[in-house]
């Protein structure tokens, strides 16, 4: 054995490939997450009021998919003699859905923050652009909306959504 291999000092290469693990940023507790998702279920169930018109319930606030519903009743029906759920509707629940997923998504980017910080950051938030593809007729007896974040910068986030029937048909 090369005796000078043992004891020769890293190059300025070796260095520089060397890589030291960052710590990961302290994460809530769970009894802190506990009151995030129940601020965050307020929040959108009871604080933004055309969501109680709409239905619309928190089925899932965790990151990066969470989930609402809503059953079908007469007061959505956008054809009357087929039944179906008017355009309108799936609209706004996706719109909410898309406002949802930013709001999760910053709650879990700032896992440091206590609850009463995370939603101060919601003040501030609008949509500004929305685009509705619509895929099929909205029949079934309730829907889940689904939605994550693909993109969030200093001013602007991009959201993806769908809504699918209880037979998991995408509308």
């Not at 520089?16 to 995030?36: C, D, N, Y």
């Not at 969470?66 to 087929?82: D, K, N, T, V």
């Not at 039944?83 to 930013?102: E, K, N, P, Q």
């Not at 829907?143 to 910068?153: D, E, K, P, S």
Request: proline content about 4%; aromatic content about 6%.
């Amino acid at each position: 054995m090369d005796s000078t291999a043992s004891t020769a000092q890293p190059n300025r290469y070796d260095a520089a490939m060397t890589t030291h693990p960052q710590a990961a940023p302290p994460r809530r507790s769970a009894e802190e997450q506990g009151r995030l998702d129940a601020a965050l279920s307020d929040l959108f169930e009871r604080r933004i009021t055309f969501n109680q018109t709409l239905g619309l319930q928190v089925t899932s606030a965790r990151h990066p998919q969470p989930r609402i519903r809503f059953a079908m009743r007469s007061e959505l029906i956008g054809h009357y003699q087929h039944g179906r759920l008017h355009g309108g509707v799936i609209s706004a629940t996706l719109d909410a859905m898309g406002g949802f997923a930013l709001m999760v998504a910053i709650g879990d980017k700032h896992a440091e923050e206590d609850t009463a910080h995370v939603m101060h950051r919601f003040a501030k938030m609008g949509t500004i652009d929305l685009r509705i593809d619509y895929l099929r007729p909205g029949i079934g007896r309730h829907f889940i909306a689904t939605g994550y974040v693909l993109r969030t910068g200093k001013k602007v986030a991009v959201t993806r959504m769908e809504l699918n029937n209880e037979q998991r048909e995408l509308i």
